[in-house]
């Protein structure tokens, strides 16, 4: 698949989510073959005012694979602007996102209800694109609720406008992360535009990965939350999509990532945030574990690296047999 001028290699790629996919997670997912990574949901009021945070949001990382800045905001010129800034960072493509459903991002006129405005979801996407000499894409929902779907029609807007690809979480905005996929939407989106075509939504392995390209005949695949401790994810899709074998990864394995993950977010951020926000993470790859009730329980108490050493000592003891 190509977004613009830049090929993307794989099959999958790591989608972005606030407060989630921070630098270290996209890393770690990218070593183990998301196909570009994405930053952090990005205020483009917050760039054009000079908020360092945001800025910081927008800086590229590092690994060899593509990197896209992920923008949202609701003025076409203040988003232009913010993308400029956001170009001299260094990012492969920029993003413009349509689809958070947080009540702090839609309730400000971004994210997904650009969606009950695609008049002016089309007037950003034409300024960004006009003041950036990049690839410029878009992240929408498949609409507002269940009685305005239309996604296809707002795709097509987009593609007039200058994007250069399209990805589909196939949920509404108000359906949040509530259980079904509207497969069909997606597929409408893909047969109304000639761009590359992204899907999002319950990608969760291989499986579900091939049910999704061939349901949509989408060109490429989004997995979020099924990442959240399984970076892992990502070679078990290219695996299963190539007719190989996947050999997941033994305990000692995951525990070895899962700690080189934490590393990097000590590297990044302020230790002492980063050991708080290592709670979530180590809590996601204690999945599945026998104690896993009582594996998380430690998790959330962490204060130290010490800490976490001590869970992978409990998850290696009561669970043998993975190891």
Known sequence: MKIGNIEIKGTAALAPMAGVADKAMREICVKYGAAFSMGELTSAKGVSLGDKKSARLLSPDKNGKPFASQLFGSEPEVMARAAVTALSLGPD???INMGCPAPKVAGNGGGSALMRDI??????????????????????????????????????????????AITVHGRTRMQMYAPGIDYETIKEVKEAVSIPVI????????????????????????????AMGNPFVFEEIDAYLNGAAYIPPTLNERLRVMKEQIKLMLEYKDPRTAILESRKHTAWYMRGLKSAAAL??????????????????????????LC
């Open 93 to 95: 493509f920029i993003d």
């Open 119 to 164: 008049d002016n979801a089309a007037k950003i996407v034409e300024a960004v694109v006009k003041a950036v000499d990049i690839p410029v894409t878009v992240k929408m929902r498949t609409g507002w609720d269940k009685d305005s779907i239309n996604a296809p029609t707002l795709a097509k807007l987009c593609e007039a406008a200058g994007a250069s």
């Open 199 to 226: 899907a999002n939504g319950d990608v969760s392995d291989g499986k579900s990965a091939k049910e999704m390209l061939d349901i949509t005949n989408c060109d490429f695949l989004m997995v979020g939350r099924a």
């Open 296 to 321: 998380r329980r430690m998790c959330g108490e962490i204060n130290s690296f010490e800490d976490i050493e001590r869970i992978c000592e409990k998850a290696l003891e009561d669970n043998k047999d």
